[in-house]
């Protein structure tokens, strides 16, 4: 077994393969992925190279073309479609009264374009939205976060929408307690 993190950038994930299988070890299959662009990206590779392609994510909203086999014939994807997440962000809003949603994730390089397709799909919503990022290993980057939340939201919902890895989901939800906001904070992850 041999492990990399691609850091959900299609350039590296491709690059990572190609330089794996240059260097002369042999592999049976590819196996991973689980950002859709990756596994775009590395499905064509590892195509190229006649290399089988397990992912355990890959739940494609940057791409529905991945359910194609024709178009990603040596792709097998094995995870959860995500797709559905904003229709039940729709109906838990309308629910409880959502008028605002926080966008918060760990590193804005790799969780940008994400966090801004979320946020067109709250305005789409009918939902304003803003979006913050944290230093994933920077503790005062996620208690800063946390602050500026409690300070913007003060007398109202606080709904905060996360991407981005356990990791710093759970040093967030740490920082919420640290700055005394531990009640009242409606946390939907994808």
Request: glycine residues 8%.
């Amino acid at each position: 077994h041999v492990f990399h993190d691609d850091k959900c950038n299609p350039s590296k994930g491709s690059q990572i393969v190609l330089s794996e299988m240059s260097s002369g070890n042999t592999y049976i299959a590819l196996g991973g992925g689980g950002c859709s662009k990756v596994c775009a990206s590395e499905s064509n590779v590892a195509t190229s190279i006649r290399l089988p392609f397990l992912s355990y994510e890959c739940p494609s909203d940057f791409d529905p073309k991945l359910s194609d086999t024709n178009t990603y014939p040596d792709l097998t994807r094995m995870g959860t479609v995500t797709t559905p997440v904003i229709d039940v962000i729709k109906k838990m809003g309308d629910e409880y009264g959502w008028d605002h949603i926080i966008i918060v994730s760990g590193d804005r390089g790799k969780y940008k374009d994400l966090a801004e397709e979320r946020m067109q799909n709250f305005k789409d919503l009918r939902f304003t939205s803003e979006y913050k990022s944290a230093e994933e290993d920077n503790w005062q980057s996620i208690q800063q976060v946390m602050s500026d939340i409690k300070e913007s939201t003060k007398g109202k919902n606080r709904t905060v929408f996360f991407t981005g890895t356990e990791q710093i989901f759970r040093k967030l939800i740490c920082a919420s307690i640290t700055e005394g906001m531990q009640k009242g904070i409606a946390w939907v992850t994808e």
